[in-house]
């Protein structure tokens, strides 16, 4: 196991250096400039251009990079917050994301997995059906949909909550009222995704002998469920919830904007639009991080979770 | 199973705490609110407060800013030498004295300004500011390590101080450049031509790259090489000298903005503190407003439906003319060479339904010269309001279906075949596509689709421009924004030398004229001035190279406590004076 | 071998019969004729996919059901709303809208079209009030009826919707094939072989997902423009990765399974073990995310149009309509119901089909009633 893992860190590294000299490229052979002002000069704007190397061969670029990214710096932003260091920008703007997508998380996995099995149990019964249409509302009814009719008719005109979240820095109770309905509109993609496929796994595993044998030992249905069928069910299961865990960094672009939120939702659009190439690259390298950390740890848990797998085993 | 039931123990008391907490706030806002009904009585002297909302502002180094979000916050917090704001007496705009004592002395020719400032300046945190700090302020704008991108502001502009691109480049040191503090309170600006007094004062008025830094904030922030300085990237950053001072800059969501006690033309505003919230999403700004959140707020086509009777709307003007560009020395498609088919393009332009049922609040534009442009500043004259302006307006708004047949006619006898061509509009912009469709149907239905074939296409608006400025492009929407006291300073963009040139309209006629009326004889020449732009308009009227659509306006509400000292009427430089106006307490 | 009691025994049907195993009554039943028969019993499924049917029938007569044309504009008829015949008796659908107006034009404008009067107050010590009007009557086209109500250049939504389905599908469709095909087959072998060659596999899948897919697909649309070409293409550089990862999760779970070494063993070789025996327990997952993957086509695709990357103007689809709507979402509510209602129409079917295939298709079920 610990050589597996070992194996598969050192295999990270490379694959993030391929990642990131890759997009490094492809970043760059998009047309257009950093340099929104249509009127500049030209010749003021090559310089200015030059101060950033931006005119030099890619490859020369590719070195000036490399040189920094060696030290995990991406040097300064150049549209989005000039001046400011890739590195502190990202740090400012996480926390925001997190801090509503914390609260999706922990209201969301409970949320889906009760329902999955509750809509399992009663498979092809009224909460069956009931669960099933709301979870394809939730999934099929674009996000922004549901944050803007949360928005105009719980906060606008009930007046429950705050039209948009408050600017305190730090976690206080009117924040969190503020911060109800991002919470909520963030939440509903995710219950029911992972309701529905709870509720999936888990049909397919109470159908089988175990379940059978489980029960014929006078467990009672919820008992056979919880700790045989669900145990079975996890494996796909983990395939979503994981990623859910280390995708609390990142944000969503419709929620935030329509709720103020300063987070991570746009800063990779806008990095790209705004031909913002360091935060662009900082932004791309840190996710990529995290998500092949996630793959890692998904496929790790195969086996914590069925020790009969044996992950990297041969055929 | 287990950790899942933790998870929600954890989550459960996580929110009792909080919970809790919440308690507590609320006993002391109950507190809070029995103080503020006992002072009551006393809420005459309470802070006037105007709370709206802004965009994203990525910078406020004055020497590097973009957007207007970052020159609105400018225009608070940092003071220049002088200052633009209403006049009750004239009901128009009136330049003053800010850090200067008053408006500036010139020499003869008009080449060499004296400014005289104000004894006793400081700076938010107490420092003094004196001529010294506005010497260092501009070396460091024209630093040629630092490469600011404002730069080009006092060399490339309606102002042009002597050697100041040779020092941007490092061609030549800075005691040639014509910028010289002669002592404590004295400030001579030597310029390479003369210029109307209204230009030079407009370039040193109001917040913005000719604003003062404070030296010690700027030279703390340096990196190594001193090729970056980390100025203006947070509130510790953002030394203020404006009639406002930065109290809390949350990035990407609030900013507030209180009197600053040392500037010296404080009194003249109303509003002692301004509260700004980021709110992108526009119909969320509409319910803060409506919600009272807000005092004023901004709407669109979409938005502005509903409240197209409302007494409390004003419409702001702009300075651009949005217009449809035609590459007119295609290489590939001739008929775009033929001035036949450009005016048939120009005649069957709906000006109307564009701007009203489209953008709803815009005019319709079938001229070059924005309406809000000023031709004569000492009476706030402006140009489309002259008669020389008057005389190359095409009738019916430039609308003409015969005409625009006729024309069409001609050109197709000469090309011979079907044409196709493509309109590019903005990927951003729900509105240009909706021009862009509307004008594929109207073109195809007038000239017979058998005739014409009009295909659209998104393109991310700054690749739009790079292509019609390298001549890839049929037809192409664009505008170009500028000065609003120097309509003849904008024609730059139609001139052969521009560098950034996205039309391909060449006429050495033309450029003669740009040329005389901005750095030559006609400068002074108030009446010739007038008809020369004129007739530059001409030109470009009958030559084509774009054909004007609209002029657009924005709409715009505001609080009913507030009583807008213009009273609604939107004026240069001070757009509606808000922070002049009378504000009646917040209930 | 003989025995000496050899005689004791005598043959029966030594010359006269061959013995045979006793014949099947009825016919026999393959796997997929099996699937369908169960597949029929499931009623929910079978409505789900005649509703598709109706969709994709709609989908290609329903623009030429009305007297309208996708991109035939009329701007004075802008922003109607929806006014259905018999429904609109009820209430709802009927061109009604509600606007803020001055008192004084409720007299002067909206005299003839008023339906009433909600609530009257005062801003500015100006009169207003918010009134209900009849459209259909204020514009002075009684006569007509726009089913879904029509978009800011006055273009019938009916029309659009459907034309714009009709992209939309071709789009999933396209898109969801290549997904399947090449994340199936992917996952198999990279989960199948597992080792060095899964370790191979699965950093190729990792760069890939890694690279953002907004640029790329900015350089597919700058370069090849916009069309449903790239844009299915764009769909299908990373959208297989999901689907590879679910195989590859399936393979690993059963390829350890004792009936798979026992299969090896008698000498089945690594296709037969894959296609034949492994693959199979994955069936239900691959239809389930197919059905899933048409909708979620629809959605990238309807995220592309958002962020201004969607199909050359005036061509519709369901992404660049909800995205149109998105911005007058509460002002005119009529352009994203009847989007976001087809789309979640669609989901609901395709996911009672897919479930309903599942059970069909699931090789433990084989046979039972």
């Known amino acids: ?315 | 199973m287990k950790r899942f039931l933790l998870l929600l123990v954890i989550a459960t008391l996580l929110c009792s705490t909080l919970a809790g907490c919440g308690n507590k706030d609320v006993d002391s806002e109950v507190g809070s609110q029995e103080v503020a009904d006992e002072l009551d009585e006393a809420k005459e002297n309470e802070p006037v407060v105007y709370r709206t909302t802004g965009s994203k502002t990525v910078t406020l180094n004055p020497h590097i800013y973009q957007t207007t979000a970052e020159s609105d916050t400018m225009s608070y917090i940092f003071g220049n030498l002088l200052a633009i704001v209403y006049d009750e007496e004239t009901e128009n705009y009136k330049f003053i004295g800010d850090h200067a004592v008053d408006l500036p002395t010139r020499n003869e020719d008009g080449t060499v300004w004296t400014f005289k400032l104000r004894e006793g300046l400081k700076w938010d945190d107490g420092t003094p500011l004196n001529a010294r700090d506005y010497e260092y302020s501009y070396k460091m704008l024209m630093d040629p390590k630092l490469k600011n991108s404002r730069g080009p502001q006092v060399f490339d502009a309606d102002v042009v101080v002597v050697n100041a691109k040779k020092y941007w480049d490092g061609e030549c040191e800075w005691e040639d450049v014509g910028i010289k503090a002669l002592d404590d309170y004295t400030l001579e600006i030597t310029l390479e031509f003369p210029v109307p007094e209204v230009d030079f004062y407009l370039t040193f008025t109001g917040g913005g790259a000719t604003s003062p830094v404070q030296e010690k904030v700027y030279e703390a922030g340096m990196n190594e090489d001193r090729t970056e300085t980390n100025y203006g990237t947070s509130k510790e950053t953002t030394p203020s000298s404006g009639a406002y001072k930065l109290e809390e800059w949350i990035r990407d969501q609030m900013k507030v903005y209180v009197k600053n006690e040392y500037s010296p033309i404080k009194d003249i505003y109303t509003v002692d503190r301004v509260e700004s919230r980021v709110v992108e999403d526009e119909n969320t700004r509409v319910q803060l407003f409506e919600n009272n959140d807000i005092d004023a707020v901004g709407l669109s086509g979409a938005n502005y439906d509903k409240y197209a009777e409302d007494p409390r709307l004003v419409f702001s003007k702009s300075t651009t003319v949005w217009s449809m560009f035609i590459n007119m020395a295609s290489e590939d498609k001739p008929f775009l060479r033929d001035v036949n088919f450009r005016k048939a393009l120009f005649y069957a332009m709906d000006r109307k339904t564009i701007a009203e049922d489209i953008f709803k609040t815009a005019k319709p534009a079938p001229y070059v010269v924005s309406s809000f442009k000023i031709a004569v500043p000492s009476k706030g004259l402006t140009y489309r309001e002259t008669e020389a302006a008057k005389s190359v307006l095409p009738q019916n708004d430039g609308y003409d279906l015969e005409l625009a047949k006729e024309y069409f006619d001609k050109a197709y006898e000469a090309y011979g075949k079907k044409m196709e061509v493509e309109i590019q509009y903005f990927d951003n912009s729900e509105n240009m596509k909706r021009v862009a469709e509307l004008l594929e149907q109207d073109y195809e239905n007038l000239f017979g689709a058998d005739r014409i074939d009009i295909q659209l296409r998104a393109v991310p608006w700054n690749n739009a421009y790079d292509n019609m400025e390298e001549g890839k492009y049929d037809l192409g929407f664009g505008g170009w924004a500028g000065g609003v006291f120097n309509p003849w300073s904008s024609m730059e963009v139609y001139t052969q030398g521009f560098t950034s040139k996205i039309d391909q309209f060449k006429s050495d006629e033309f450029d003669e004229l740009y040329r005389r009326t901005v750095k030559g004889d006609l400068i002074f020449k108030e009446q010739e001035r007038i008809e020369a732009l004129a007739k530059m308009e001409k030109i470009l009227l009958d030559e084509v190279p774009f054909v004007p659509m609209y002029e657009p306006e924005g709409a715009s509400m505001y609080h009913d406590r507030i009583e807008l000292i213009t009273k609604g009427k939107y004026l240069p430089g001070v757009g509606f004076g808000t922070l002049q106006s009378h504000f009646a307490p917040l209930e | 071998m003989k025995t000496k009691s050899e005689n004791k025994f005598e043959f029966i049907h030594l010359d006269a019969e061959v013995l045979r195993d006793e014949k099947f009554e009825g016919e026999a039943i393959g796997f997929f004729k099996d699937a369908m028969l169960r597949f029929r019993k499931n009623r929910a499924s079978v409505a789900a996919f005649i509703i598709i049917l109706i969709i994709v029938v709609m989908s290609i007569f329903g623009p030429m059901i009305n007297e309208y044309d996708y991109k035939q504009q009329n701007i004075q008829l802008a922003l109607m709303p929806a006014r259905i015949p018999v429904i609109e008796k009820l209430g709802i659908f009927d061109g009604v809208k509600t606007i803020n107006v001055r008192k004084e034009s409720i007299e002067e404008k909206y005299k003839d079209s008023l339906v009433k009067i909600v609530e009257e107050y005062k801003v500015r010590d100006v009169d207003m009030a918010t009134i209900k009007i009849d459209m259909y009557k204020y514009k002075g086209v009684k006569d007509k009826y726009f089913w879904f109500g029509t978009d800011s250049l006055g273009r019938d939504q009916w029309t659009r919707l459907w034309r714009g389905s009709r992209i939309s599908l071709i789009i999933a469709v396209l898109s969801m094939s290549v997904n399947i095909v090449v994340g199936v087959i992917y996952g198999a072998i990279s989960g199948y072989y597992g080792g060095v060659v899964d370790l191979i596999m699965q950093r190729i899948i990792e760069v890939i997902g890694g690279i953002p897919l907004m640029v790329i697909v900015i350089l597919f649309v700058l370069y090849y423009g916009p069309g449903i070409i790239p844009i299915a293409i764009a769909l299908c550089l990373t959208g297989w990765i999901g689907m590879s990862r679910m195989i590859r999760a399936q393979f690993y779970k059963y390829k350890g399974m004792e009936y798979v070494l026992a299969s090896r063993t008698l000498g089945a070789t690594d296709r037969v073990l894959i296609f034949r025996h492994i693959l199979p327990n994955a069936v239900g997952i691959i239809i389930t995310m197919s059905a899933l993957a048409i909708p979620s086509a629809i959605f990238s695709e309807s995220f592309l149009a958002y962020i201004g990357l969607g199909l050359q103007a005036p061509e519709p689809s369901i992404g660049v309509l909800l995205s149109e709507g998105q911005q007058v979402l509460l002002e005119h509510p009529h352009l994203t119901i009847f989007p976001a209602f087809l789309i979640s129409i669609l989901m609901i079917s395709f996911n009672l089909l897919g479930n309903g295939l599942r059970d069909a298709f699931d090789p433990t079920l084989r046979g039972q009633e």
């Open chain 1, 1 to 315: 196991m610990a050589r597996y893992i070992a194996q598969r860190l050192v295999l990270m590294v490379i694959t993030l250096f391929v990642i990131v000299s890759v997009s490094f490229f492809v970043l760059h052979s998009m047309p257009g400039s950093f340099i929104n002002d249509p009127r500049m000069p030209k010749e003021v704007k090559k310089a200015i251009e030059d101060k950033y190397h931006l005119n030099e061969p890619l490859i020369v670029q590719y070195g000036y990079f490399l040189k920094d990214f060696v030290r995990l710096d991406f040097g300064i932003s150049i549209a989005l917050q000039p001046k400011v260091n890739v590195n502190k920008i990202l740090a400012t703007k996480i926390p925001v994301s997190m801090q509503v997508n914390i609260f999706s998380l922990i209201l969301s996995i409970p949320v889906g997995i009760i329902l999955g099995i509750w809509a399992a149990l009663k498979k092809n019964k009224i909460p069956d059906h009931v669960i099933s249409i709301l979870i394809i509302a939730f999934i099929s009814i674009p996000s922004f949909v549901f944050a803007s009719l949360l928005q105009y008719f719980i906060a606008f005109k009930l007046g429950w909550f705050p039209i948009v979240v408050t600017t305190e820095q730090t976690l206080t109770w009117s924040k969190f009222v503020s911060m109800v309905l991002p919470i909520l509109a963030l939440s509903f993609g995710s219950i029911a995704g992972i309701a529905r496929y709870t509720r999936a796994e888990l049909c397919e595993a109470l159908n089988s002998e175990y379940m059978l044998l489980a029960k014929s030992k006078g467990l009672t249905q919820v008992q056979a469920t919880t700790r045989h069928a669900m145990r079975n069910s996890f494996i796909p299961l983990a395939n979503i919830i994981i990623p859910m865990f280390t995708g609390i960094m990142g944000g969503s672009l419709v929620i935030e904007k329509i709720f103020s939120i300063p987070g991570m939702g746009s800063v990779m659009v806008e990095a790209i639009n705004a031909k913002d190439y360091p935060v662009a690259m900082g932004v791309l390298f840190w996710y990529s991080l995290v998500g092949l950390l996630t793959i890692l740890i998904v496929d790790l848990s195969y086996g914590i979770i069925d020790p009969r797998i044996r992950i990297g085993g041969r055929k």
